[in-house]
């Protein structure tokens, strides 16, 4: 080892102080902005998992004119025979049909115009969270007959509670009159206003009889075994389907939501590069305070004939093994966080869970993230943000004079 390289070793190891403050503030630093992207990252889930999971579904098959025009000449046909065909897909971890529709709720008093939807309760259970928001009374079991499942908000508009009877009035796939009187079995609460406002489920062994609908769906939703490969799973599903339908990620047919993380990440971020600039100048204020304090010392080396080259060379070791070593620590302290708060989420308690369903949140729990790349990705930011805050110091001692740095106070 070079002789400027051993008086390098020798600083951090007998400037217990100063090496143990350096390692503290890289450390530390490192660790807040791993734990800080994780839980970001996390809450992005979250948000992601609440939106998607109430209802709309991962990935969802239609007919190709369906969302311009939602009618009745826009179906899938043979939906059973599609679905049979597509369940044995290993990336499929659940598949389900559905059957919207709009009918005139009422009962004595009021009427509510509303969708409805035949539904397979028990699939449903995966692909959404209906079955988990429910407020009072029963979820909807195979084999319910006429019984309803009803938004709070639309419950509360009809004056409904459960067990109590309410009529519809539509038009069946025929376009014939379809009728009748359904008991409320359910209602459920998601916090959505609109969808608990608008919405009511029946099992779609029921709707098929009333609305002539047998083999044929609205909506195929499927949810992945990976819900992370959505996207790709969407497209690689596609050359299975006949001609007439298209299959579509949560990306594509709720953008809306896409481009509302994106606005809530540009946010996040630059609340990180606020903390970045903010550490930045920590650092180097006291990497300045810490290498002019040693003026002299660098003052009698230049005087002994140790060349700017040299005490270059030893500062910015200095640098690198600390700040290395810093952020090695760091990361490790944050990855743990971020691993921990993964496996075991944030618990706010049962008394915000409640509150937190009246806002379309699915549970009060806050995970974290864990991302191997992304960890690896903040540390890398974290070690050249650390030996940049060291270079302004290094340079400006480097170029004063060896008598003025040794007759320096």
């Avoid at 639309?154 to 009728?179: E, M, P, R, W």
């Avoid at 995970?367 to 903040?378: A, K, M, Q, S, V």
Wanted: aromatic share 10%; with cysteine; glycine share 8%.
């Amino acid at each position: 080892m070079r002789p400027y390289l051993r008086l390098g070793v020798r600083n951090i190891t007998q400037s217990k102080g100063r090496t143990a403050v350096t390692l503290l503030l890289s450390a530390f630093s490192t660790a807040v902005l791993i734990f800080s992207t994780a839980f970001m990252d996390g809450q992005h889930r979250v948000m992601l998992k609440n939106a998607v999971e109430t209802y709309p579904g991962y990935i969802q098959i239609t007919h190709e004119n369906f969302r311009d025009n939602p009618g009745y000449e826009n179906l899938i046909e043979n939906s059973d025979t599609l679905v049979q065909r597509l369940q044995n897909d290993p990336r499929i971890g659940s598949i389900s049909q559905r059957f919207e529709t709009y009918v005139l709720l009422s009962t004595k008093e009021h009427s509510v115009g509303a969708m409805i939807a035949g539904i397979q309760p028990q699939k449903e259970q995966t692909n959404s969270i209906l079955a988990k928001s429910l407020h009072r009374g029963k979820y909807l079991q195979k084999g319910d007959g006429n019984a309803i499942y009803l938004g709070s908000e639309l419950a509360k508009n009809l004056q409904v509670k459960v067990g109590d009877t309410l009529a519809y009035i539509g038009n069946g796939v025929d376009y014939s009159f379809c009728a009748d009187n359904v008991v409320v079995k359910g209602i459920f609460q998601t916090g959505l206003f609109q969808f608990d406002a608008s919405s009511a489920f029946v099992s779609k062994e029921y709707f098929d009889h009333m609305f002539v609908s047998d083999n044929l769906a609205t909506h195929i939703v499927i949810y992945p075994a990976d819900i992370d490969t959505a996207n790709e799973l969407a497209q690689k599903i596609k050359p299975q389907l006949p001609p007439a339908l298209h299959v579509q990620s949560w990306k594509e047919f709720m953008h809306t939501l896409v481009q509302a993380m994106e606005l809530d990440s540009i946010f996040g971020y630059i609340t990180l590069a606020i903390f970045f600039i903010v550490i930045f100048f920590v650092i180097l204020i006291y990497t300045l305070l810490n290498i002019f304090a040693r003026t002299r010392e660098i003052g009698v080396l230049r005087a002994i004939g140790t060349g700017k080259k040299q005490i270059m060379g030893m500062l910015l070791f200095e640098s690198t093994v600390l700040s290395f070593a810093g952020v090695l620590a760091g990361g490790a302290i944050g990855a743990a966080l971020a691993y921990y708060f993964n496996l075991n989420p944030i618990e706010l308690g049962a008394e915000f869970e409640k509150q937190f369903k009246q806002y379309g949140l699915v549970s009060s729990a806050l995970p974290t993230t864990f991302e191997p790349l992304t960890i690896l990705r903040d540390m890398g930011i974290m070690f050249v943000l650390c030996m940049a805050s060291t270079l302004y110091p290094i340079v400006k001692i480097n170029a004063m004079n060896p008598v003025e740095a040794m007759h320096h106070v």
